[in-house]
């Protein structure tokens, strides 16, 4: 099969349309998260309540704003907006490490749920709940994020130690498969000896969910994610490099060892923020950096990096509002949605790539 | 060496702690061509990775312009030396241009865009490759014999002064093999780029190197010009061929030859043997061949593989004492096979073995019957 060959303009047109066309959905999709529910808000008073957000409250302190104005203004400030932007921040979040762990392991279906890192963050979760059930009715918010933190990190060595050495597709799905067993298995161990009520915290958390944060989830996720996503761009020349395989990357002046730890670092505080903040969930960091790479047909991580950033946003958006909207008013755990989406494309591209070696 | 441009003194290789390769002089001047030949697992690769830094040195220097290596910044090395390695690259929707742009690396900004120029030392790598019309293709799609030149125009875009290439023509057809030395030879001699790789095919490593270094046993056996270094004995004692031999002339190993008292006698000369020895060698045909004179092509692959040859004056006419030893010899084998070379000797013992009853062919293949 001859490649198909394109000029370098074309390229370039299609690059700017793949990030106008993602730059539009990620607003569209934003508006359309704040509008959908169980009360549809329409696009003008959410213009005007997100604009002139001081002025609708002045009007509703005077007593001057209508019923549906009131309901609206709450609606949007107390639960729509902070949700739609913490799943944008959490999936821009879990495309970009799903990206990193891709680079990383050599392998296209890397990705903090597969590698078990979730299961990991969940185990350590339930280790603290029911170790401080016996001093605290309600574990504070920073252990929560803490323990999964620390859970995400520890997983992810292991899944280094032992996945490192291969570059065999359904040999790193078994390792990440067995991973989180183990950790499940533990999990269940303790929750056996928990009281139903102590471990509320831990199976509402065990959905994945971009619910039920409060504005101060939203501060610290985005303190923690912007930043890092930063970084991860600023380090689009070297992650080209090591594209290439670290005996090249090497030989071009590029200290190896210590970009690897960097990449290490930038994915696993990526994974464990969006573990710790929305639970596991699941897929979006294989399919959404694969999604991005048919888009633009380049690998090259100086568009791979904002892409997955902004089409991780927009997937997740999209997923939370198809969770919460479809089977209304029962809302589904984001996680099931993202899993129906990105599993078969998982699946897709095991097949693929073993037609491919076969030719 | 004076005006020594890469220099390794007293270096040794290996992983850990163990030694793969120990004591390693070595001095190579601006535009030379060096190669490592050596049996696999002799440490060819483990002294360019060495170099490369990709595993630090046991002990040792590694001089490159009278400059450390070792201490040399990532960067800085990177401007004066490219490697071609045997590691496989897999990038997926990775253009041509793309890989060779890889090697811009120490020259990009911080973001590795491209300036005009950086664009144009590319275009100006892959032509000298003879890769431009394949710049925009995906880099999976392409062959091997590309894939190689592409790899090396990636390692000539860091515009370095040395190339360091680990097999390169492993994978590569002769065209390819021929296509990729020929760039090499044109890069020192146009460039004044020096050239150090390691090589399993002998024959290219004489044609094409200033120097050989012969690699084995956990030292460096012997460095110095191809043909003072690529003798026969010493490429057999190198790679331990204990029953089949090696000629430096022609730069081509043979199989051992076959055992036994000869059962057919070559007539040949002036190179028309030689197919035919080969042919009775694959058969397990013991055999002898006459009479050769002793600068004849023939004689070349007569000596490894025939069980006696009769050899005469390569002047003057042939002594009777040769005619007499060929008749002889003659004599006791079953059949004669006809080289085709027409000679007076030739015609001569042509005649006596029909006059004598012998079986006489003109190809191996006819002999089946007296063989079986």
Same mark, same amino acid.
């Given at each position: 099969?001859?490649?198909?060959?394109?000029?370098?303009?074309?390229?370039?047109?299609?690059?700017?349309?793949?990030?106008?066309?993602?730059?539009?959905?990620?607003?569209l999709?934003v508006?359309?998260?704040i509008h959908?529910?169980?009360?549809?808000?329409?696009?003008?008073?959410?213009?005007?309540?997100?604009?002139?957000?001081?002025?609708?409250?002045?009007?509703?302190?005077?007593?001057t704003?209508?019923?549906?104005?009131?309901?609206?203004?709450?609606?949007?400030?107390?639960?729509?907006?902070?949700?739609?932007l913490?799943?944008?921040?959490?999936?821009?979040?879990?495309?970009?490490?799903?990206?990193?762990?891709?680079?990383?392991?050599?392998?296209?279906?890397?990705?903090?749920?597969?590698?078990?890192?979730?299961?990991?963050?969940?185990?350590?979760?339930?280790?603290?709940?029911?170790?401080?059930?016996?001093?605290?009715?309600?574990?504070?918010?920073?252990?929560?994020?803490?323990?999964?933190?620390?859970?995400?990190?520890?997983?992810?060595l292991?899944?280094?130690?032992?996945?490192?050495?291969?570059?065999?597709?359904?040999?790193?799905?078994?390792?990440?498969?067995?991973?989180?067993?183990?950790?499940?298995?533990?999990?269940?161990?303790?929750?056996?000896?928990?009281?139903?009520?102590?471990?509320?915290?831990?199976?509402?958390?065990?959905?994945?969910?971009?619910?039920?944060?409060?504005?101060?989830?939203?501060?610290?996720?985005?303190?923690?994610?912007?930043?890092?996503?930063?970084?991860?761009?600023?380090?689009?020349?070297?992650?080209?490099?090591?594209?290439?395989?670290?005996?090249?990357a090497?030989?071009?002046?590029?200290?190896?060892?210590?970009?690897?730890?960097?990449?290490?670092?930038?994915?696993?505080?990526?994974?464990?923020?969006v573990?710790?903040?929305?639970?596991?969930?699941?897929?979006?960091?294989?399919?959404?950096?694969?999604?991005?790479?048919?888009?633009?047909?380049?690998?090259?991580?100086?568009?791979?990096?904002?892409?997955?950033f902004?089409?991780?946003?927009?997937?997740?958006?999209?997923?939370?509002?198809?969770?919460?909207?479809?089977?209304?008013?029962?809302?589904?755990?984001?996680g099931t949605?993202?899993?129906?989406?990105?599993?078969?494309?998982?699946?897709?591209?095991?097949?693929?790539?073993?037609?491919?070696?076969?030719? | 060496?004076?005006?020594?441009?890469?220099?390794?003194?007293?270096?040794?290789?290996?992983?850990?702690?163990?030694?793969?390769?120990?004591?390693?002089?070595?001095?190579l001047?601006?535009?030379?061509?060096?190669?490592?030949?050596?049996?696999?697992?002799?440490?060819?690769?483990?002294?360019?990775?060495?170099?490369?830094?990709?595993?630090?040195?046991?002990?040792?220097?590694?001089?490159?312009?009278g400059a450390?290596?070792?201490?040399?910044?990532?960067?800085?090395?990177?401007?004066?030396?490219?490697?071609?390695?045997?590691?496989?690259?897999?990038p997926?929707?990775?253009?041509?241009?793309?890989?060779?742009?890889?090697?811009?690396?120490?020259?990009?900004?911080?973001?590795?865009?491209?300036?005009?120029?950086?664009?144009?030392?590319?275009?100006?790598?892959?032509?000298?490759?003879?890769?431009?019309?394949?710049a925009?293709?995906?880099?999976?799609?392409?062959?091997?014999?590309?894939?190689?030149?592409?790899?090396?125009?990636?390692?000539?875009?860091?515009?370095?002064?040395?190339?360091?290439?680990?097999?390169?023509?492993?994978?590569?057809?002769?065209?390819?093999?021929?296509?990729?030395?020929?760039?090499?030879?044109?890069?020192?001699?146009?460039?004044?780029?020096t050239?150090?790789m390691?090589?399993?095919?002998?024959?290219?490593?004489?044609?094409?190197?200033?120097?050989? !270094?012969?690699?084995?046993?956990?030292?460096?056996?012997?460095?110095?010009?191809?043909e003072?270094?690529?003798?026969?004995?010493?490429?057999?004692?190198? &790679?331990?061929?204990?029953?089949?031999? &090696?000629?430096?002339?022609?730069?081509?190993?043979?199989?051992?030859?076959?055992?036994?008292?000869?059962?057919?006698?070559?007539?040949?000369?002036?190179?028309?043997?030689?197919?035919?020895?080969?042919?009775?060698?694959?058969?397990?045909?013991?055999?002898?061949?006459?009479?050769?004179?002793?600068?004849?092509?023939?004689?070349?692959v007569?000596?490894?593989? !025939?069980?006696?040859?009769?050899?005469?004056?390569?002047?003057?006419?042939?002594?009777?004492?040769?005619?007499?030893?060929?008749?002889?010899?003659?004599?006791?084998?079953?059949?004669?096979?006809?080289?085709?070379?027409?000679?007076?000797?030739? !015609?001569a013992?042509?005649?006596?073995?029909?006059?004598?009853?012998?079986?006489?062919?003109?190809?191996?293949?006819?002999?089946?019957?007296?063989?079986?």
């Amino acid at each position: 099969m001859a490649a198909p060959v394109t000029t370098r303009r074309a390229r370039a047109a299609r690059y700017t349309a793949v990030f106008v066309g993602l730059g539009v959905l990620f607003v569209l999709a934003v508006f359309w998260n704040i509008h959908t529910g169980s009360v549809d808000i329409s696009v003008r008073e959410i213009w005007r309540i997100l604009l002139h957000k001081s002025e609708v409250r002045r009007e509703i302190e005077l007593g001057t704003a209508g019923a549906s104005t009131v309901s609206a203004y709450n609606i949007i400030w107390k639960i729509r907006l902070k949700r739609v932007l913490l799943a944008a921040v959490l999936g821009g979040a879990l495309a970009l490490s799903g990206f990193l762990l891709q680079t990383f392991f050599r392998n296209p279906i890397a990705g903090p749920f597969v590698l078990g890192i979730s299961s990991g963050a969940r185990m350590f979760l339930a280790i603290v709940t029911v170790a401080l059930s016996a001093t605290v009715t309600r574990v504070p918010l920073w252990i929560t994020v803490a323990a999964s933190f620390f859970g995400s990190m520890l997983t992810m060595l292991f899944a280094l130690a032992f996945g490192r050495r291969t570059r065999n597709m359904s040999m790193l799905l078994v390792i990440g498969i067995m991973l989180s067993y183990i950790c499940s298995a533990v999990t269940d161990f303790l929750i056996n000896f928990a009281d139903e009520a102590d471990i509320v915290n831990l199976t509402h958390w065990s959905m994945g969910s971009f619910s039920g944060g409060s504005w101060q989830e939203v501060g610290v996720s985005a303190l923690i994610v912007l930043p890092t996503a930063l970084a991860v761009f600023l380090l689009s020349k070297p992650l080209s490099a090591y594209a290439l395989g670290e005996g090249y990357a090497q030989s071009v002046g590029l200290d190896v060892r210590r970009f690897r730890l960097a990449l290490i670092a930038l994915s696993s505080v990526l994974s464990a923020c969006v573990t710790a903040f929305a639970g596991p969930v699941s897929f979006v960091g294989i399919a959404v950096p694969h999604i991005c790479r048919i888009l633009l047909r380049s690998e090259k991580p100086i568009l791979m990096v904002p892409a997955s950033f902004l089409c991780g946003a927009v997937f997740c958006m999209v997923c939370d509002l198809v969770a919460r909207t479809v089977f209304s008013p029962t809302e589904l755990a984001v996680g099931t949605v993202t899993s129906a989406i990105g599993a078969p494309i998982v699946i897709w591209l095991m097949i693929s790539r073993r037609r491919e070696q076969k030719e | 060496m004076e005006n020594a441009y890469l220099q390794l003194d007293d270096l040794t290789v290996g992983y850990g702690r163990e030694a793969v390769v120990s004591h390693i002089c070595l001095a190579l001047r601006r535009g030379e061509i060096a190669s490592l030949v050596g049996p696999n697992g002799s440490g060819k690769s483990t002294i360019l990775k060495t170099l490369t830094r990709r595993i630090p040195a046991l002990s040792g220097k590694m001089l490159l312009a009278g400059a450390d290596i070792a201490s040399l910044p990532g960067r800085r090395l990177a401007e004066k030396m490219a490697s071609v390695l045997t590691d496989r690259v897999t990038p997926a929707l990775t253009t041509c241009f793309d890989i060779v742009s890889a090697g811009r690396y120490p020259y990009t900004g911080g973001f590795g865009l491209l300036t005009a120029r950086d664009r144009e030392v590319v275009n100006a790598c892959l032509a000298m490759v003879n890769a431009a019309s394949i710049a925009d293709r995906d880099f999976a799609s392409v062959s091997d014999g590309q894939r190689q030149r592409v790899l090396l125009a990636r390692a000539l875009a860091q515009e370095p002064e040395i190339v360091v290439l680990d097999e390169p023509t492993s994978f590569l057809d002769i065209r390819h093999k021929l296509d990729l030395l020929e760039i090499l030879r044109g890069l020192a001699r146009d460039r004044g780029v020096t050239v150090l790789m390691s090589l399993h095919e002998l024959d290219l490593a004489s044609k094409i190197s200033d120097l050989v !270094a012969c690699v084995g046993q956990g030292q460096v056996l012997a460095c110095g010009k191809p043909e003072e270094i690529l003798t026969d004995d010493r490429v057999r004692a190198l &790679y331990g061929l204990e029953r089949g031999s &090696y000629n430096a002339l022609l730069g081509s190993v043979e199989l051992p030859r076959p055992a036994g008292e000869p059962r057919v006698f070559v007539l040949g000369g002036g190179g028309r043997g030689i197919r035919h020895y080969r042919a009775l060698q694959k058969a397990g045909v013991p055999f002898a061949a006459g009479v050769l004179p002793e600068n004849d092509l023939d004689m070349a692959v007569a000596l490894p593989l !025939a069980q006696r040859v009769i050899v005469c004056p390569a002047t003057g006419p042939v002594p009777p004492a040769a005619l007499d030893d060929a008749k002889a010899l003659m004599d006791r084998t079953d059949a004669v096979l006809d080289g085709g070379f027409i000679s007076e000797i030739n !015609a001569a013992l042509l005649r006596y073995a029909r006059e004598s009853g012998k079986q006489v062919v003109t190809d191996a293949s006819e002999l089946t019957e007296v063989t079986l």
